[in-house]
């Protein structure tokens, strides 16, 4: 079978899928993903092997070693998987719940239902557990996947795919509701996203390279951030002990994740007392400064920030500091170089933690915490599909409720329109 | 200027506007509109005066006498956009509203602020009433707006625009809130349709033609619905005296709108005493019918119905009737020739009542009443922007809180990721 029928073949079993699993009742669903985080454990050692043959290949291809740590399956990280899994079946279902069902003057019953997108396509790199983790969201929200993972991982996704695949022989969910591109051809991610009648959403997760090239080819609409350049804004009124701790964690607590903190920004009528503090905590952890003229005028040692670094997402224990002469250029700053992502402000000025709040238009916005609680398992939605920054449909980080749209469903008695 | 530079002045002043719109406050953007209300009325003379010209323009190339009609504005008309500008005035302004605020177990208080979108798009062609009624749903959603109407209606456009323009100079609202394409040059679709930095969202509204040429162009995200192939489903248990008058009112009560029935699914076991009472309603209201095999065996005088029937989208007096031996057959009928838009069961069954309501997944579903109903003042929502069959978003009538996003805010007191 060529690629374009193999896909085509995977978008309409999906499509069928879909169209079942939308009523699939929540009991059959969360006791499927439980046997599934039952069966990855007891798999253990097979998930291991085959991803040993693809450690040895990205050996053999020189891969970097994050790469290669972020493609390693062990016992502690498929028991990791199998807790997703059963935390995912822990969180309420979506589907069927209806909001605001209201009475029309003339007695019609207006309400909104839930319902799932239907297939969604996920496009993603490197790590392993994104197969299980997608597939699962997708099932508890009552939708039906295709996954696509990156060809170094191909042996290690299509064997937790298998497994989760075999789970749903055994129950009343159609098998079509979890599809897996065994082909690592290139070709298969044009094909699928062509693929507009059978495929209602398509999440792309990796690098920024990987991303524009799926929104530039893709007729499905694509919910995705390209990057991640956060920021922290110390406000003059701010507490400088928070301050130092918050900014810390938000650089270097994981500084190659999309809300870490890339740019620092500064009052100045604080930068004299709070930078030197920072600058001594930054050291300690091995973070590089790159500063702004003023930024240099109190940490003389530093290197001179250029245009290019207020852009830069480094994804890394660089962080670039500019100091700033009031909130308002704080925000301006932040509306021309940020990515709609995530910004935090650390005050105890009542009036300006809400014009940051209210002003600030990226996807999270934080008063007083760090950047990192961007993050869909600590904000509460239980589990993370991705994060947006594109506003249409959802705007930061994707639960399962982000996975699903509503229906309007009206009872009536024989009305009609005059 | 060329019109590249041209459209994309208008999108930057749009999007400087978008800025500073988000955060006026509800009584300016409401006493804003009840302006532009009185000023529409007070000028109408000359609207109707350069409404003239687009009509004299109209009858020169020959348009038909429909479209001619849906161009005409006359003083009740002006009077209907006013209080149309008027009642948009009256509704809930959705920005601003913070749904869920929880608790996380670490002190941070979570929640969603409802946002604009920033910059709306719209394409439209005829009714130049759609120049106030878009104009002031993205006003009150706090989104700038750029309009682009059919150059049939050029110049009524431009004076309706040009009035509510004038408004915003004697306010607190940016004057880059409401634009308009002044040009008739296609070529400035295609430019507009360019603009991924400056438009958040395109709302194409018109015929097919229309609405799939800006899909195909359009590098930002597309709210629309291509066609309205609404079905009424007559079970077997349905009132005959309610099946009859719920399904002359959704074919004939205004047959040229997408939410008026294309075709009438009816269950066979009450075709033989359904069909001859309905086909007698239908005749006197001038509807022609087109049947299955089965219904032509009840009625044998109407024309029979080829499968390019069951596709299609009439907006006239014309209906597409099939005798199924189900709810099951009536379902996957729908959703083979379906359009996602709206379908109704006529029944006295409460498990078919369900079972269609949660099965059938169009946007609107509706029991015991006329699909007519699928229209956003009906369902309550005030407004109407237009109608999604897209899932992602919106699906369903679009009103104000349709034209919005949340993003996520965070009060913290110094919380740190661990």
């Known amino acids: 079978m060529d690629i374009k029928a193999q896909v085509t073949e995977t978008g309409n079993e999906a499509r069928k899928a879909a169209g079942l699993l939308a009523n699939i009742s929540t009991t059959v669903k969360n006791r499927a993903l439980l046997k599934m985080a039952e069966v990855l454990v007891k798999e253990s050692e097979h998930i291991i092997s085959e991803n040993a043959r693809d450690l040895e290949y990205a050996r053999d291809k020189g891969l970097s070693g994050a790469m290669i740590d972020r493609l390693t399956l062990n016992e502690a990280a498929i028991q990791g998987m199998a807790d997703g899994l059963a935390e995912i079946a822990a969180l309420p279902d979506p589907v069927g719940e209806i909001t605001g069902m209201r009475k029309r003057p003339n007695g019609l019953l207006v309400g909104k239902k839930r319902i799932p997108l239907g297939v969604i396509g996920i496009i993603y790199e490197s790590r392993p557990n994104v197969t299980a983790d997608a597939a699962a969201l997708c099932l508890k929200s009552g939708n039906a996947v295709i996954l696509r993972g990156g060809s170094e991982a191909i042996n290690s996704n299509l064997a937790i795919a298998r497994i989760l695949q075999g789970v749903l022989k055994e129950t ?110 930054f050291r300690e952890a091995g973070v590089t400064l790159k500063g702004c003229d003023k930024t240099s005028a109190i940490l003389p040692d530093i290197e001179k920030a250029t245009e290019a670094d207020w852009y830069e997402e480094y994804l890394d224990l660089i962080l670039a500091v500019q100091v700033v002469d009031s909130i308002d250029e704080a925000m301006a700053h932040i509306e021309k170089y940020g990515s709609l992502h995530t910004e935090a402000i650390v005050t105890s000025d009542y009036k300006n933690s809400q014009r940051f709040l209210n002003e600030v238009n990226s996807s999270t916005v934080l008063v007083n915490a760090s950047t990192r609680f961007s993050d869909g398992f600590e904000l509460g939605l239980g589990a993370e599909m991705g994060i947006s920054t594109t506003k249409l449909h959802a705007f930061g980080p994707m639960g399962l409720e982000e996975l699903t749209t509503t229906k309007f469903i009206i009872y009536g008695d024989g009305q009609i329109r005059t």
Chains 1, 2 share one sequence.
């Open 172 to 281: 009343s969910i159609p098998e079509g509701a979890i599809q897996i591109i065994s082909t690592t051809d290139r070709d298969a991610v044009n094909e699928m996203l062509k693929l507009e009648e059978h495929i209602d959403l398509i999440i792309p997760r990796g690098g920024e390279g990987l991303i524009r090239a799926v929104v530039s080819m893709s007729r499905i609409p694509v919910l995705k951030h390209y990057k991640g350049v956060c920021h922290v804004f110390v406000d003059e009124s701010a507490d400088i002990n928070m301050a130092v701790t918050i900014s810390l964690n938000a650089k270097a607590q994981r500084p190659g994740v999309c809300n870490a903190m890339e740019t620092l920004l500064v009052h100045r009528n604080i930068a004299g007392r709070f930078l030197p503090a920072m600058a001594e905590k």
